[in-house]
């Protein structure tokens, strides 16, 4: 990735240069080798400390929303932060004009820990950014892998079993909501938990209380998930997130034919936000 690594710098410092962009966002090196960060530079001198290689875990493209304001920024995207500016298209957080896509062709990010490629990595659906403004390197290859191997161990559990794993998860869930501020898709200006007049989310910690706070987050989110695991890795407790995620991603996807969240800006109104006469009521 060396060499993919130098173009970005490249690009970033000419974008600055011209002054086509106020700002670039990508990674940048921690205090050790395998750590990576986002990193924002407003510089093109300051274009150097851009880094690009298999330790650039965390997803970057939520600081896009910390810079609308600024001019045009650029955004280092991969496949999975391409997805995610689709999103915020769509969710008009901000306009396509707003940012300028340095779209890069991703392998996978490896695990830092096991030196593995990490799971979300080698589950992912979309390695090659759908949008972009230039791209940095050839396209690589998309085995659209299974995806779904989790959900279906939790589906072929009985209903104890399954009862126990999701109150064994929910039993770990500390409500630091890691999970929300990593999401790309939880973007509303006040989240349901913060609205102490309202009421909706108790102040208790324990299983049930976690659970609500966890499926009602999913069902937001799940019509507009991008499937790129921020939401899991963010988590301090290591809770399997994105098994509701896939879950919902497969039904969605049985119930109201293809969709894809954040692949293109114009697939249409979000299937579990929208209402039709002729909808599919299975349940009923």
Known sequence: MADVQAVIRERAAALLSAGTVSAVIGWGAGRFDEVRFP???KRAEDAEKLVFDSSCVQMTAKRLLEHTGEGKVALVAR????????RFIADHQLARDQVYVIGVPCPGMVDPATGETLKRCAECQVRNPVVHDELVGDPVPEPKPYRFAEVDRVEAMSREERRAFFDEMYGKCIRCYACRNACPCCTCRECFVEQDK???????????EARYY??????????????????????PMGLPLMVIMHQQVRDIDKLFGPYEGGGITDSGPDPLRTYKTDDIEEFM
């Open 39 to 41: 990193l924002v530079i």
């Open 79 to 86: 496949g999975c932060e391409s997805r995610a500016v689709n």
């Open 198 to 208: 309202v009421g909706w989310q108790g102040k208790a910690f324990n299983v049930n």
């Open 214 to 235: 966890g499926m009602i987050r999913a069902f937001h989110t799940g019509d507009r998930c991008i499937e790129c695991g921020e939401c899991e890795r963010a988590c």
